[in-house]
């Protein structure tokens, strides 16, 4: 039976069909770019080669169906996902959950938990603007993990009608408003994963691009700093048994030159060894990320990041494991 559990989460960089406009400043891509972007995609998946793989900007579910079709290893795996809203004032990319492992009740999470809201006159004020993904995924007989996707609000100015960058104070502001958007939906994530964890009594597992690093307030919120230890989650790369003499080399994302991992796996303490209540650990967690300076025009812009986790045996002395 299956005692190593990988886990990956994949930003793909707008996976869409070909022609289809997404943003003012993104010309369609061609059949072309199209065919090299699929291609490229399905070889990245196969090289994961993950048991659990939570994926980002995904404009179509059926897009990213072709992409499983052409891997070698995910063909027969369990896909879950939702196509953006078509009646929505803007397109917008959703997340796909992609497994080798049985899913159960696979469901977007739309709506922000009571009492969380952004401020008034925002648009979708009690909603996240890239629905996150719930699936329970069964990785042994006896172990079920409540896994979830995420793809929080981006440091992209978020702009009122006829605002530009040239004024400094409306640049500004727009900044601040996705800050505050992000922050938000973090606090709602933050609310939703509690109530998860308390109402099942399962591990979870989060997936996903939180356009910060691991160290920031909003990331931090989600994690649960400062929260009852049963409710708190952990930065995979932070609790991993390897030792990482190369963690400076761990980088998900480059932005005007600057390096750093915004893409994060996130874990509650069933995976994290220091604890108690452990039913495994964190091996080590692994950056794709060499595509990232070749540039290639086919490619994500983002790395890709593996968690290998090992479940626990009966000899270890902590929980039954299933093995």
């Known amino acids: 039976m299956q005692q190593e559990i990988r886990f990956a989460t994949f930003n793909v960089c707008n996976l869409a069909p070909p022609g289809v406009k997404l943003y003012d400043n993104l010309l369609p891509t061609t059949p072309?770019?199209?065919?090299?972007?699929?291609?490229?995609?399905?070889?990245?998946?196969?090289?994961?080669?993950?048991?659990?793989?939570g994926f980002q900007e995904i404009f179509s579910q059926a897009t990213l169906r072709e992409v499983l079709a052409r891997t070698r290893r995910y063909r027969?795996?369990?896909?879950?996902?939702?196509?953006?809203?078509?009646?929505?004032?803007?397109l917008t990319p959703s997340v796909a959950l992609v497994s080798r492992l049985p899913l159960v009740s696979p469901?977007?999470?739309?709506?922000?938990?009571?009492?969380?809201e952004l401020p008034p006159g925002s648009r979708d004020a009690a909603r996240f603007t890239r629905a996150p993904l719930h699936a329970v995924v069964q990785v042994t007989p006896d172990v079920a993990v409540d896994v979830v996707v995420v793809h929080l609000k981006s440091r992209r100015p978020d702009y009122r009608t006829g605002?530009?960058?040239?004024?400094?104070?409306?640049?500004?502001?727009?900044?601040?408003?996705?800050?505050?958007?992000?922050?938000?939906?973090?606090?709602a994530l933050r609310v939703l994963l509690?109530?998860?964890?308390?109402?099942?009594?399962r591990p979870r597992v989060v997936l996903g691009d939180f356009n910060d690093v691991a160290d920031s307030v909003t990331t931090s919120i989600v994690l649960g700093a400062g929260t009852p230890m049963g409710?708190?989650?952990?930065?995979?790369?932070?609790?991993?048994?390897?030792?990482d003499h190369?963690?400076?080399?761990?980088?998900?994302s480059v932005h005007e030159?600057?390096?750093?991992?915004?893409?994060?796996?996130?874990?509650?303490?069933e995976f994290n060894a220091a604890l108690p209540n452990a039913i495994g650990e964190v091996l080590d967690v692994l950056y794709l990320n060499d595509h990232l300076d070749l540039e290639l025009p086919e490619a994500s812009d983002h790395g890709q990041v593996l968690a290998r986790i090992r479940l626990y045996d009966e000899s270890h002395g902590l929980m039954d494991a299933g093995m």
Not at 164 to 182: N, W
Request: proline share 4%; glycine share 6%; hydrophobic share 40%.
């Open 32 to 53: 072309e770019e199209y065919e090299a972007k699929l291609n490229w995609t399905a070889r990245q998946i196969d090289l994961l080669d993950a048991d659990v793989i």
């Open 76 to 90: 027969e795996a369990f896909h879950a996902g939702f196509d953006p809203d078509p009646a929505a004032m803007r």
């Open 107 to 116: 469901a977007p999470l739309t709506e922000f938990p009571r009492g969380i």
């Open 163 to 187: 605002d530009t960058g040239e004024d400094p104070a409306l640049y500004a502001l727009a900044c601040l408003r996705s800050l505050i958007r992000r922050g938000t939906e973090a606090a």
């Open 194 to 201: 509690t109530e998860m964890g308390r109402a099942n009594r």
């Open 231 to 243: 409710d708190r989650l952990y930065d995979a790369s932070q609790v991993q048994r390897r030792v």
């Open 246 to 252: 190369a963690r400076h080399l761990g980088f998900s």
């Open 257 to 269: 030159g600057h390096y750093s991992t915004i893409d994060h796996i996130l874990v509650s303490e």
